[in-house]
Every structure is written in structure tokens, then in C-alpha cells.
């Protein structure tokens, strides 16, 4: 996916937030609405990392409290030319990862304990490696802006309903047009998230192959986390499903409804593919070889 289109479905996105604000208070509504939603990009650009951090209780690690880990980013970074970026650990045991940051230069990788205990070291790399594609590809402003857009949308379509009951509100379609809005908005943002998000997962899973150098590790690690994720709830995650495009596989429960709009490609797909790069030029029988061997 090209930036073009990434723009456009963004601009989508703002513009589905502004129709929430007309649905709710006519005009005034969308021009309050457009106000909002320029503003929430403005604070999403500048603090949106922080926010996403805190939403899933990641705390900031370094070579004194979590050396193995920390070593293994600092060499993959270097290995993908990329600042070091901050590293977290979220306290969840489901196996699971992500990156955020405005910009290289501001970005940060978070792995769950669930991953770091159940992943052998060259499938965290895998992993890692992945997000730190993410990283180079600046898709990480972009993840962080859609995750607080859609958020707004679910947020603002959940109170719409209570906005409906005022006489003398300005909504043009009445209390119909509320409930229409109250369950077509978040679905409709969803869909927007899925195409912002699964040719990014591709990009990126391209890319960490290229970063560590052993694509049958990513596809290791892919296997293992969909399995886990299937089993084991997240429950930061499911409070905030609007971040759920930001993990390399949608932490989200299967007892979700979420999972009809799941923003990630099919995780058998994805395994696929770096399979088939393992017997090409970047696996273990092509000429260049993993950090670890």
C-alpha cells in the first residue's frame, strides 16, 4: 500500500468521525467534530506513543533490567540501520508485540512476557524484527493516528444514543439515524483499519525477514503467537479494541465479533510467505545468514 492511498483512507477516517458529528449535531456537529478530530491527531502526533504505551501497562526496560532482550533490539537495529528505539514489556501472558512512534527517531518496541517466556530467542528476533520493519516503513504514526481516530468513533457512536433524546438537538435524521449511526460508524471504522493495516502486515513481515536474516523464524514465532492468542485473553486489549491493528497478530478474544473485521491478514498467509523466502536468498541456504548462526 502506498502512502497515497494510506493518506486517503485516513483522510476516510476523518471524514467518517466528521459524519458521527453531523449524525449527532447536524453542522455545528461535523464542524465540532472536524475540530476534535484535528486535534486528537495533533496530541496522537506528539504523545500518541506514551498513550498506546500506557492503555497496555508497558514498562520501559533497559540493558540493567531485561539484558537478553534488550541486546537482541539493539543488535536488530543495527542490523536495520534504525536509532535504538525504547523497549517495553507488557505484563500479559498472551504472547504478543508491537511498535509505536511518531518517527524512528521517537519509536518503541513492546513485547509481552507471554512472548519473551514461550518464543525461543530466534523467534523473538523473527518478532522483533517485524516491528522494527514497522519502525523503518514509518507505519507507526500512522497505526497510532487510526487507532485513536476509530477509539474517538466507538466512543463518541457508544454516547451518541444519549444525545438523541434532546429536543432540541440539531441531529438531521432523528433517533433512527442515531441507532443507524451507533452501529454502522464502528464497523465502518473498522473497515478502514483493515485496509490500512494488512498490506502493512506483509510490508512488514517482508522486511523483518530482511532485518534478521531468517525468514522460518518469523514464521515460527507467527505460528506460535496465533495459537496462543486464540487461547489466552488479552484483557488490555480487549478495553481498547481500536489498537488491536498495532500487534503483529490481532490479540483480540474469538468470542469478539471483532474477529469478522479482523485488521490482520490470515495468519496461515502470512506463515506462508516467509516459509517460501526461507529456501531464497535471505534464508539459511541463501548467502546471508541470521545474527545468531
Not at 504523545?47 to 526496560?61: I, R
Not at 509505536?100 to 518503541?108: D, V
Not at 512488514?204 to 492468542?229: H, T, V, Y
Request: net charge neutral.
Amino acid at each position: 500500500m502506498n502512502y497515497f492511498r494510506t493518506a486517503i483512507l485516513l483522510a476516510g477516517l476523518t471524514a467518517l468521525f466528521m459524519g458521527v458529528g453531523f449524525l449527532i449535531g447536524g453542522r455545528g456537529g461535523m464542524v465540532l467534530a472536524l475540530g476534535v478530530a484535528l486535534a486528537m491527531n495533533a496530541y496522537t502526533y506528539w504523545n500518541g506513543d506514551k498513550l498506546v504505551l500506557s492503555m497496555h501497562g508497558a514498562q520501559e526496560v533497559d540493558e540493567r533490567t531485561a539484558p537478553e532482550f534488550y541486546a537482541l533490539v539493539r543488535e536488530l537495529a543495527q542490523r536495520a540501520n534504525l536509532p535504538m528505539p525504547r523497549v517495553y514489556i507488557m505484563h500479559e501472558d498472551q504472547p504478543n508485540a508491537f511498535a509505536t512512534g511518531r518517527n524512528p527517531q521517537n519509536a518503541a518496541v513492546a513485547a509481552t512476557t507471554g512472548l519473551l517466556n514461550s518464543l525461543t530467542r530466534e523467534e523473538v528476533a523473527g518478532v522483533m524484527a517485524h516491528e522494527l520493519a514497522h519502525v523503518k516503513n514509518h507505519d507507526t504514526l500512522i497505526m497510532t493516528i487510526t487507532a485513536t481516530i476509530a477509539g474517538a468513533i466507538s466512543m463518541i457512536a457508544n454516547f451518541g444514543f444519549f444525545f438523541s433524546g434532546n429536543r432540541d438537538n440539531n441531529a438531521p435524521f432523528g433517533v433512527f439515524g442515531t441507532i443507524a449511526m451507533m452501529i454502522l460508524a464502528p464497523i465502518a471504522a473498522m473497515v478502514v483499519q483493515m485496509a490500512i493495516s494488512r498490506s502493512r502486515e506483509y510490508a512488514a513481515d517482508r522486511g523483518g525477514a530482511e532485518i534478521c536474516g531468517r525468514p522460518e523464524w518469523l514464521a515460527s514465532a507467527l505460528r506460535k503467537i496465533a495459537g496462543g492468542a486464540a487461547r489466552i485473553p488479552n484483557p488490555a486489549a480487549e478495553h481498547n479494541p481500536a489498537t488491536a491493528h498495532m500487534f503483529i497478530i490481532n490479540p483480540l478474544s474469538g468470542e469478539r465479533m471483532d474477529n469478522l473485521f479482523s485488521t490482520h491478514p490470515a495468519t496461515e498467509n502470512r506463515i506462508a510467505a516467509p516459509e517460501r523466502r526461507a529456501n531464497g536468498p535471505w534464508g539459511s541456504t541463501g548467502t546471508r545468514g541470521g545474527p545468531w548462526g
